[in-house]
């Protein structure tokens, strides 16, 4: 049986810790409790813990202290404040200075709550199982990864073999051309912190909703360097949705400006969601997917890619 994941909280008021416990009383958590900084140190020290909770405004050692301890103690463990309106300026200070993954407010709603621990302990373990870094560990996470969208099967493994090939057509060094192959299987990693709801609409997105949806390049390729692997895997992730004229995302780059890997994995994501289907729409057949890729040259995509790519499937028919 899988071992329930370890999740941490600290908070000097019993009756907060005992709600925070009943929440996940239905889930593989084991749920670990303290009232004081040194007490939850000790604990953290002696348990492997995927994800820590404390409060800020605690006697003796203040969350922020603790935090920047823990740290040190287990940098893998995903921490998180807890804090009222009143330390607002204080939780976005930790987090800009890497204290803490997140922030929750009090009061809390005890389903966001639940959900943001669920996904921390993802993040945590997909950390963990990049560090391996072995072609079976990175194969599987980005299978494990599809689970959470069943439209998607396959998706990664496919993006991975046209841009392999793509990448060889254009004459990638050997090296590159494997850290593309990785960062294919791992593109799309940082869907892990966004809710399955939100992936299996079957309608458009709310501005809400893509804000969310826009965020996984950033959130994959934090744990990409969590887990310390090369920079080329870890352009891909962070990269493959910027676009060729500067409207992508997550950074608005343009041109060569965008890594040659993450404009070669581009081109092969595009082309295989097109001829996939997704729970907004059916596939497309080849040649308009070819089509719409080829009419995007310069906007969407690098124009010497996509030639490559198009010449690669045998052109355009019709």
């Known amino acids: 049986m899988e071992k329930a994941a370890k999740v941490l909280f600290l908070d000097d008021e019993p009756g907060i810790l005992d709600a925070l416990r009943r929440l996940f009383i239905d889930d593989r958590v084991d749920v670990l409790t303290s009232t004081h900084g040194n007490d939850a140190l000790d604990k953290l020290e002696k348990n492997d813990v995927s994800v820590l909770v404390s409060d800020n405004l605690m006697p003796g050692m203040r969350g922020i202290e603790f935090l920047q301890r823990a740290k040190h103690l287990s940098p893998d463990t995903v921490r998180i404040m807890l804090t009222g309106y009143a330390d607002m300026d204080v939780a976005v ?36 199982s990049l560090r391996k870094a072995d072609e079976h560990s990175l194969y599987s996470l980005g299978q494990t990864i ?6 998607t099967k396959g998706h ?15 004459g990638v060094e050997t090296e590159l051309r494997e850290n593309i192959k990785r960062g294919s299987w791992l593109h799309d990693c940082g869907k892990i912190g966004v809710p399955e709801a939100i992936l299996n609409l079957t309608g458009p997105l709310t501005a809400e909703q893509m804000s969310i949806v826009k965020n996984h390049p950033t959130w994959g390729a934090e744990v990409a360097r969590l887990a310390h692997l090369p920079d080329s895997i870890i352009n891909v ?14 950074s608005g780059l343009s041109g060569e ?19 996939s289907d997704r729970a907004y729409r059916v596939r497309m057949t080849r040649d308009r997917a070819v089509r719409i890729i080829a009419g995007n040259k310069g906007t969407c995509s690098d124009p010497r890619i996509v030639d490559a790519f198009i010449s690669l499937l045998g052109g355009i028919h019709g």
């Open 156 to 170: 990664c493994d496919r993006v991975a073999k046209y841009a392999l090939a793509l990448a060889e057509t254009i």
């Open 146 to 151: 599809e689970l959470k969208d069943p439209y």
């Open 257 to 275: 400006a965008i890594p040659l890997e993450a404009r070669v994995v581009s081109v092969a994501d595009i082309y295989d969601a097109l001829t």
């Open 237 to 250: 992730i962070l990269y493959h949705h910027e676009r060729f004229d500067g409207k992508g995302y997550p």
């Open 93 to 128: 200070d930790a987090i800009n200075k890497g204290e803490v993954h997140r922030f929750i407010t009090k009061p809390w709603d005890d389903g966001e709550f639940r959900q943001t621990i669920l996904h921390s302990i993802d993040r945590y373990e997909t950390v963990r």
